[in-house]
C-alpha cells in the first residue's frame, strides 16, 4: 500500500485536511462497510439463537487477539471496554486504594484518568510532567504511578517503562494518544488502556485495557463476561485472564469496525506519522511558537486559539483547541499528506 493508497480509504480526506485524530480518527471505507455489514445481518436474521452468540463471542475473540499484537501482549491480558475511561476506572475501583495510599500523576493529565484517579479516594500527589519531577514526588506511600505514556497538551513522551522500572512501582498507562500513533511495547507495564476511536480510527465507543497480571486485580465492577459460573447468593468464578474486567456488551458492528480498522494500517504507519509531525512542526516554527513534543500531536501557542480553531475549520482544515493553555493541536497520522499540512500553514498565514 503507498501513502496515496492509504489516503484513498478515507473519504474525508477528499475535502478535510484532517488533524484531529487525537480526539477523533477519520473512518475508512472499509471500516464503515464493515459495521453496515453487521448491522444489516442483525436486521435480517434478528439477534437471537445459538449461532449468533457464538459468532459474538468468536469477534471478541478476534478482536481482542488484534489489541493484543498492537501491543506485544497475549490475548488474555486484553479486557475490550468502551475507553480509556473505562480502563482507568476500572484499574483504580480493582486497586481498592484508600485515603493513607498516594497516586501520582502529572499536572498536563486528561480528565480521562484524573477522574477516575481523584475520584479513587487515595491521596493525590500532582507532578510537573517531566520525569525528575516525577521520581522526586515519589514517597513510602506512593502505591500507584498514573501517566500518558504521550501528553494530550503537547505530543511530549513520558518514558513510562523507565519511572516504572526505576520506581519498581506499578504504572497505570494512559494510552490514548500513544496506542495506534507510536511503537507501544506493553510488556512490564502493569496496566495499558487503550482508545478504539482515536490513532486506530475505529468507531465511537471503542478501547481496550492491557493487565498484566489479572489475578492481582479485583473485579470490582462486574459483568456477566467477568464469571465462569456463578450460584444465586452472587459468588462467582472469575473468567480467565483480563476478559474477566469486559464492563458488558459491545455492539457487533462495533467489534467488527474495530477488527477492520485494526487489520487496516500499512508496516510504515509509525514511520510516516513520525516524519509528517516533524514535517509540521519545521513548518509551522517560522509563524508560532511550537512546543517541544516527540510523538505525533504537535501543539502550538496562539493569541486567540478558539478563532484560530474556527477559522481553520472555515477552510476545511480541523485541528483543535486545548482548553485554559493557549495551545491549538495538530494530530498527525499516517495518513497525513504533504498538501494537508500545507494547507494548514497557508491558513494560519492567511
Not at 11 to 29: D, H, K, S
Not at 192 to 203: A, D, N, R
Not at 237 to 250: L, Y
Not at 303 to 308: E, F, H, I, R
Request: aromatic residues 6%; hydrophobic residues 45%; glycine residues 8%.
Amino acid at each position: 500500500m503507498t501513502p496515496e493508497q492509504g489516503r484513498a480509504l478515507f473519504p474525508v480526506l477528499e475535502r478535510i485536511a484532517y488533524l484531529n485524530a487525537g480526539t477523533f480518527g477519520p473512518l475508512a471505507r472499509p471500516t464503515a462497510d464493515a459495521v453496515r455489514r453487521r448491522l444489516d445481518a442483525d436486521l435480517e436474521r434478528g439477534r437471537v439463537g445459538k449461532e449468533y452468540f457464538e459468532q459474538m463471542l468468536e469477534l471478541r475473540t478476534s478482536v481482542r487477539a488484534a489489541v493484543a499484537a498492537l501491543v506485544g501482549a497475549g490475548p488474555e491480558h486484553v479486557s475490550l471496554t468502551a475507553s480509556t475511561t473505562d480502563g482507568c476506572n476500572i484499574v483504580l475501583a480493582g486497586l481498592e486504594l484508600g485515603e493513607e495510599d498516594e497516586i501520582l500523576i502529572t499536572g498536563e493529565e486528561h480528565f480521562g484518568l484524573t477522574g477516575p484517579v481523584f475520584a479513587s479516594g487515595a491521596r493525590v500527589v500532582v507532578a510537573a510532567a517531566e520525569p525528575e519531577a516525577i521520581l522526586a514526588a515519589v514517597t513510602p506511600r506512593t502505591r500507584l504511578l498514573a501517566l500518558s505514556q504521550v501528553l494530550w497538551t503537547s505530543g511530549r513522551v513520558l518514558p513510562v517503562r523507565e519511572l516504572r522500572e526505576t520506581t519498581g512501582l506499578p504504572i497505570l498507562v494512559d494510552g490514548a494518544q500513544s496506542v495506534g500513533a507510536i511503537p507501544v511495547d506493553a510488556t512490564g507495564l502493569d496496566f495499558v488502556t487503550v482508545s478504539g476511536q482515536k490513532w486506530l480510527c475505529g468507531p465511537d465507543a471503542t478501547g481496550a485495557l492491557v493487565v498484566a497480571d489479572p489475578e492481582r486485580l479485583r473485579v470490582a465492577r462486574p459483568s456477566y463476561f467477568s464469571q465462569s459460573e456463578h450460584d444465586p447468593s452472587g459468588s462467582f468464578e472469575p473468567t480467565a485472564g483480563a476478559a474477566r474486567f469486559d464492563p458488558g456488551w459491545i455492539p457487533p458492528g462495533s467489534l467488527a469496525g474495530l477488527l477492520t480498522a485494526l487489520e487496516l494500517p500499512p508496516d510504515w504507519r509509525f514511520e510516516r506519522a513520525a516524519a509528517q509531525a516533524q514535517r509540521c512542526r519545521e513548518q509551522l516554527a517560522p509563524l508560532v511558537e511550537v512546543l517541544p513534543g516527540e510523538a505525533t500531536l504537535v501543539a502550538f501557542r496562539a493569541d486567540d486559539p478558539t478563532a484560530l480553531v474556527a477559522r481553520l475549520a472555515e477552510a476545511d482544515v480541523a485541528v483543535r483547541e486545548i482548553p485554559d493553555t493557549g495551545l491549538v493541536r495538530v494530530s498527525c497520522g499516517w495518513w497525513t499528506s504533504d498538501e494537508d499540512l500545507d494547507r494548514l500553514v497557508a491558513a494560519i498565514e492567511d
